[in-house]
């Protein structure tokens, strides 16, 4: 993959991480019986952007720069 590529695909994943529901908010009220598979999907995305030196944790901040609080640290 071209360099341009890896960044283009980075910044996608990035975005798309922004919308999924975090891990706290994945319960089986919520997703019935799939609640499992919707677990699965969070981490497998956060472990890509961990693999790639990127903080999940940080992600929407860099996204949603425009409607995110400053960071405390």
Request: hydrophobic share 35%.
């Amino acid at each position: 993959m071209i360099e341009e590529d890896k960044k283009a695909t980075l910044e996608a994943l990035k975005i798309a991480f922004t919308y999924m529901p975090k891990a706290i908010e994945v319960n089986k009220y919520d997703y019935g019986d799939r609640y499992q598979w919707v677990l699965k999907h969070v981490e497998t995305v956060r472990e890509a952007l961990l693999i790639n030196g990127i903080d999940p944790d940080e992600v929407d901040g860099e996204i949603n720069s425009d409607i995110s609080p400053n960071s405390t640290y």
